[in-house]
């Protein structure tokens, strides 16, 4: 059964920093590019940031770029996202996605708040 379990969302103020994970299992973790979306409340979902299977390269949206890190460790079958200097409008439900030539698997989303 595939499983993508996002974790390590929560309140927090604006400036500050926090780490989501998503782990996976149920399919083969290493041979999947991975990706993290966000959907605010009444937007549409956009994409975060990707990184390819091998975690050899990283692709971000031009609002995030400087701010977020997508990594990956394929031996715990898990990939983050490390969220710094975060603002009000980073506020949204954060989803992990795994996706081959053949497959995609959404995770069920964690909620990120950034509120003073």
């Known amino acids: 059964q595939v499983q993508l379990v996002e974790s390590g969302g929560g309140l927090v103020q604006p400036g500050g920093s926090l780490r989501l994970s998503c782990a996976a299992s149920?399919?083969?973790?290493?041979?999947?590019?991975m990706s993290w979306y966000r959907q605010a409340p009444g937007k549409e979902r956009e994409l975060v940031a990707r990184i390819t299977s091998t975690g050899g390269s990283t692709d971000y949206a031009d609002s995030m770029k400087g701010r977020f890190t997508i990594s990956r460790d394929n031996a715990k079958r898990t990939v983050y996202l490390q969220m710094n200097s975060l603002k009000p409008e980073d506020t949204a439900v954060y989803y992990c996605?795994?996706?081959?030539?053949?497959?995609?698997?959404w995770g069920r989303g964690t909620r990120v708040t950034v509120s003073s």
């Open positions: 149920g399919f083969t973790f290493s041979s999947y590019a």
């Open positions: 996605n795994a996706r081959s030539a053949l497959w995609d698997y």
